[in-house]
Every structure is written in C-alpha cells, then in structure tokens.
C-alpha cells in the first residue's frame, strides 16, 4: 500500500477512495464506476524524462528531469554564456555566414555579449582570397611570360604581359647578377686577375651554330693580385 500512495501522491495514513480525485485522473474515469483493472501499468508520478526545469550549481547549469517514480535525476549541460554568472572568452569563435563574397565571423566580447568581423573575398564564400596584384598563375604566349594576378575582387583577374624574360618561355638563361665572381686568370707576368660579371647580355651569331646564341658579358669590373 505504501507504494500506491506513493505513486498517487498520498501520505501513508490516507484511506485510499476509488472515488478519490487523484485516483479518478489516474484511471482516467470522470465519473462513475471503477474498476483496479482500470488502473493497471498506470502511475501518477510524472513521466520519465520529462523536462522539469534548470537550475545553478556554480556556474554550471544542470536540467533536471523526472525519473517516472516520482523522483527526479540531472544533465549538467556545462556552462552556458549568460547563465549562471558565466561569461564565454572574449574571442570564443561562435562561426559565421556567408554575405555574398564576404564571410562575417562572430565573436564573444567577454562581457556575454559578441561581436562581429567581416571578411571581405573570403574563401570560405567562394572567392580566391588573393590580394590585388597577387599572381595566381602564369604562362607563356609566344615568347611573352604573362602573369595573371588578382584584381582585389572575389575571382576577378587582369593579365599583365611581362614580355620576353630570361630563362622563360624559350628565351635564354638569365645571367649572373651583376657584379658576381666569374674567376681569375693570369697574365703571365705574375699579376692575378679576378674578373667579375657586368650582368648584361646580347645575342651573337656562331659559325657553328644554328641559330642566334646568347651570351652574358663578363668584366663589370677587374681586381688585381698577385699569381
């Protein structure tokens, strides 16, 4: 019997009246007649997992539901900006949308609040994320090296024609930087030279060869020494 009281809500010293109110929304009977069959695998307590309500312990935040025997039991859910006196990191990363190119970043303030930034271009929306005059690529037309940068918009490009580079598209080699060791010679005399390289180049024309040949000039400058 205590466990029907229990279960209807009584204390242990209540008669138990199946005309009682309790027992009447339990069996689901309004008026009339009752019959314990009515009542079987039914209980007064409060279904289990039910949502109760919430509550602080610190600032942890717990949900507290019912256990379906009268009783309850609790989910912390941690701390949650705003509850329980706490307040999320300023700079904790709530995400973003897309507004068109742009990608807008949420951020929390530190005081349970947020803040917002905006990303122009993002690559998050789509676009290359290249600044302008940034090259994305480059190929060769003809003997032109052409380089094809970012515009500073989303995907849009421009194409700058650097025209005909050493060591590019099928020109010559690029040269030693001017004023680079070449090596040293004698001049039979005892004296040393140490020749270096002037950087330029120019095109000339081998009996032996079969077609124009490029050449880069030594002497930007000569040191003496002694061999």
Same mark, same amino acid.
């Given at each position: +019997? ?7 809500? &009584?204390?242990?010293?209540?008669? &138990? ?29 409060? $279904? ?25 039991? !609790? ?7 705003? !509850? ?5 990191? $300023? ?32 690559? !998050? ?32 490009? +421009? ?27 004698? !001049?039979? &005399?005892?004296? &040393? ?35």
């Amino acid at each position: +019997m205590s466990q029907v009281d229990t279960e209807l809500g &009584l204390s242990s010293t209540a008669t &138990l009246n199946l005309g009682n109110s309790i027992v009447r929304t339990l069996f689901g009977v309004s008026s009339g007649a009752i019959s314990l069959s009515q009542g079987h695998g039914k209980s007064a307590c409060t $279904a289990s997992g039910t949502y109760l309500g919430s509550f602080c312990s610190g600032t942890t935040v717990y949900y507290s539901y019912a256990n379906g025997s009268c009783g309850t039991y !609790n989910v912390s859910q941690g701390q949650q900006n705003g !509850n329980c006196g706490y307040c999320d990191p $300023a700079w904790t990363d709530y995400g973003g949308y897309c507004d068109g190119n742009d990608y807008i970043h949420t951020y929390a303030d530190g005081n349970c609040g947020s803040f917002q930034q905006t990303e122009s271009n993002s690559t !998050n929306c789509g676009c290359s994320g290249a600044g302008y005059g940034q090259e994305l690529y480059n190929y060769c037309s003809g003997g032109d090296f052409i380089s094809v940068q970012s515009d500073g918009s989303c995907n849009g490009v +421009m194409y700058i024609n650097e025209g005909s580079q050493c060591g590019q598209c099928g020109n010559h080699p690029c040269c030693p930087d001017a004023g680079s060791f070449a090596y040293t010679i004698c !001049n039979g &005399l005892g004296a &040393l030279y140490y020749i270096y390289w002037s950087g330029q180049s120019w095109c000339c024309n081998y009996d032996w060869g079969s077609a124009d040949q490029c050449c880069c000039r030594y002497i930007d400058h000569i040191d003496y020494g002694a061999c």
